[in-house]
């Protein structure tokens, strides 16, 4: 077995049996120019993506029928929340600075249940599952910032899923462009915060944003880690989190805009680094108050 097990998550977690399919593959949609010179090399130890990767590019009008299926599922995902991304946002700030990827199904072969919620071009040999952009940042750091992330999954009945292909998404894309420290942004109470919280040390940069459409957005940043990646799925501790960390002596009220305002005051103090524990976030209910921990 590898360091990230996978032999163990892939081969026995039967909700995992769609990554084995050979009808379903990891998409990557760059412009040439953007395009990752050697994938997967900075997590080398990593071996959950052995598949062959579908190359697109986007600048090619005859893939132009991929890029509206991307975004009519990434409408649909995100249709509920208000979020839906306009088109030219997905090209300006997506397509031409970023990396585009997620996974995808062959079109011939696509179970009933998604036949149903996707909007399907039989002359495509490739429908797109899901999506996850990220951006590089002008941080010094070599940051990239993830700007976009929606699966299938939130339009489908839960024996239809592909289980964990949101989470697994975003893993692959992590993984195949190198990224060594990832921010991002997402909603409290959101359950897309159990997913960001596990790619490693999950650090929260503001907790209250009005300078959002949603105030009660968080940033968050995390040192990619991908020894800790298959806790996702086992639900099992991250090893030594509380040998780096302890408890700040504070809760986060992810249904308070007062607790929320206290955390931001505290992080706009300078009292942090302040942490979630990604396990508290898979245990407790999404609405639930998470302790904040202070690095050591
Ligand atoms: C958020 C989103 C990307 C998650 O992807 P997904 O494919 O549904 O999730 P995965 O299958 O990878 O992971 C499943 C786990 O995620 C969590 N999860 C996903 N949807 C959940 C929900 N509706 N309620 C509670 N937990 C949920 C659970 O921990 C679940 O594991 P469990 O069933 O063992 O408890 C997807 O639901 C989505 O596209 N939502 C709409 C767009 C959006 O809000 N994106 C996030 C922007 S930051």
Not at 15 to 22: E, F, Q, V
Request: charged share 20%; hydrophobic share 35%; aromatic share 12%.
């Amino acid at each position: 077995m590898t360091q990230s097990g996978h032999h163990d998550i892939f081969s026995k977690d039967e909700r995992l049996h769609w990554m084995r399919n050979p009808d379903v593959r990891p998409y990557v949609f760059v412009r040439p120019e953007n395009r990752i010179d050697q994938p997967g090399q900075l997590h080398a130890g990593l071996d959950w993506f052995p598949h062959e990767v579908l190359y697109k590019n986007p600048l090619q009008m005859d893939e132009v029928s991929f890029a509206d299926r991307i975004l009519t599922l990434e409408a649909k995902a995100f249709g509920p929340s208000g979020m839906a991304m306009p088109r030219w946002v997905f090209y300006d700030c997506a397509i031409v600075p970023g990396f585009v990827a997620g996974f995808a199904h062959r079109t011939a072969t696509l179970p009933k249940a998604l036949r149903n919620v996707l909007t399907i071009e039989e002359g495509d040999e490739w429908t797109p599952l899901s999506l996850f952009i990220i951006i590089p940042t002008m941080s010094k750091k070599g940051e990239w910032v993830a700007h976009n992330l929606c699966s299938v999954n939130s339009l489908l009945d839960k024996q239809d899923q592909f289980y964990g292909i949101g989470y697994l998404s975003k893993a692959f894309g992590l993984w195949y462009a190198n990224v060594r420290t990832c921010c991002g942004m997402t909603q409290w109470g959101s359950p897309a915060v159990r997913l960001h919280a596990h790619y490693g040390d999950f650090e929260v940069l503001t907790a209250y944003t009005p300078v959002h459409s949603y105030s009660r957005t968080l940033t968050y940043r995390v040192n990619i880690d991908t020894s800790c990646w298959g806790t996702f799925f086992t639900k099992k501790l991250k090893e030594g989190f509380e040998l780096n960390h302890r408890p700040a002596g504070f809760s986060v009220d992810p249904k308070s805009d007062q607790s929320l305002k206290d955390f931001q005051r505290r992080l706009e103090r300078g009292e942090g680094p302040y942490f979630i524990d990604g396990n508290e976030t898979i245990q407790k209910g999404l609405k639930d108050p998470l302790t904040i921990y202070l690095g050591t």
